[in-house]
């Protein structure tokens, strides 16, 4: 209670009632601890799930090799296209697993950088080299211009090119026969910043904002034309934020998108 005096003998007494703000204060507390709980026991269930079902896949697609390599006989033409089938619907489970572990891992907290010295124009030609057989399928320009001069960075050089493979694999899945996909990395004062882009469909506006966030896809139709759990760009965030980094967005829906990002040389 707070009391002002306005004469001799005349004062006007303030007063006001913070139970109701403490309520509401202890309510958001309340809530948040909530959700932190829950979304740690989602983490540790889907990290022991992506566990359980590696172990059999990883089998499976053991097994298929073994079968496909016909070291226990021949196989007709049907058998090995069977087999090939297996085989490719193991392997992209276990991308699909493999993601949501990582995820896990991060928003576990349990995610570690591993760092090393590597250079990255060698890491660029590598990526292209990697990248060309895709593009080649769709008749797509796949350009690569390196303005590092020769830089070598510090930072995990695994993460870094599963970013380079995902935005790249995206940028021409979602361009159209015959398009361009170019990439472009320049110094930056404590790193390098690299720029995917390409002249595919674009992101829809009320998609960019929330294109980073899990399980959220630029073609979400029930006709779907192009294949993706949604997963990918939210691991590109993860892995970018890692290295204290940036990952923004520019497109124009029906005329391609670039996707730009920034990784720092780290203190692993």
Same mark, same amino acid.
């Given at each position: 209670?707070d009391?002002? /005096?306005?004469?001799? +003998? &005349?004062?006007?007494?303030?007063?006001?009632?913070?139970?109701?703000?403490k309520?509401?204060?202890?309510?958001l507390?309340?809530?948040?601890m909530?959700?932190?709980?829950? +979304? &740690?026991?989602?983490?540790?269930?889907?990290?022991?799930?992506s566990?359980e079902?590696r172990?059999?896949?990883?089998?499976?697609? %053991?097994?298929s090799?073994?079968?496909?390599?016909?070291?226990?006989?021949?196989l007709?033409? /049907?058998?090995?296209?069977h087999?090939?089938?297996?085989?490719?619907?193991g &392997?992209?489970?276990?991308?699909?697993?493999?993601?949501v572990?990582?995820?896990?891992?991060?928003?576990? %907290?349990?995610?570690?950088?591993?760092c090393?010295?590597? !250079?990255?124009?060698?890491l660029?030609?590598?990526?292209? =080299?990697?990248?060309?057989?895709?593009?080649? /399928?769709? +008749?797509?320009?796949?350009?690569?211009?390196?303005?590092?001069?020769? =830089?070598?960075i510090?930072?995990?050089r695994? /993460?870094?090119?599963?970013?380079?493979?995902?935005?790249?694999?995206?940028?021409?899945?979602? *361009?159209p $026969?015959?398009?361009r996909?170019?990439?472009?990395?320049?110094n930056?004062?404590?790193? #390098?910043?690299?720029? #995917?882009? $390409? *002249?595919?469909?674009?992101?829809?506006?009320?998609?960019?904002?929330?294109?980073? +966030?899990?399980f959220?896809? #630029? $073609?979400? !139709?029930n006709? &779907?034309?192009?294949?993706?759990t %949604?997963?990918?760009?939210?691991? #590109?965030k993860?892995? =970018?934020e890692l290295?204290? %980094?940036k990952?923004?967005?520019?497109?124009?829906?029906?005329k391609?998108? *670039?996707f !730009?990002?920034?990784?720092?040389?780290?203190?692993?």
């Open positions: 209670m009391t002002a /005096k306005l004469s001799e +003998n &005349r004062y006007i007494v303030f007063a006001s009632d913070i139970s109701e703000r309520k509401a204060e202890y309510s507390i309340e809530g948040k909530l959700a932190e709980e829950n +979304n &740690r026991i989602k983490s540790e269930f889907l990290a022991n799930m566990h079902l172990t059999p896949l990883t089998a499976i697609i %053991g097994f090799d073994i079968l496909g390599a016909e070291m226990f006989g021949e007709n033409e /049907k058998q090995t296209s087999v090939n089938h297996i085989n490719k619907s &392997r992209h489970l276990l991308e699909v697993i493999n993601d572990l990582d995820l896990s891992k991060i928003e576990a %907290g349990k995610m570690e950088l591993d090393e010295n590597f !250079s990255l124009p060698d660029l030609d590598e990526i292209q =080299v990697f990248m060309y057989p895709m593009a080649g /399928k769709k +008749n797509i320009d796949l350009k690569i211009i390196n303005e590092t001069k020769d =830089v070598e510090f930072a995990d695994l /993460k870094f090119k599963q970013i380079m493979l995902n935005l790249l694999s995206n940028a021409i899945k979602f *361009t $026969d015959n398009g996909v170019s990439v472009l990395a320049t930056t004062e404590d790193g #390098v910043q690299v720029s #995917v882009s $390409d *002249t595919g469909i674009g992101i829809p506006l009320h998609l960019q904002q929330d294109i980073f +966030n899990p959220i896809q #630029v $073609d979400s !139709s006709k &779907r034309r192009y294949g993706g %949604g997963l990918g760009l939210a691991l #590109v993860q892995f =970018v290295h204290n %980094g990952i923004w967005l520019e497109s124009e829906e029906g391609g998108s *670039t !730009s990002f920034t990784i720092r040389n780290q203190n692993c």
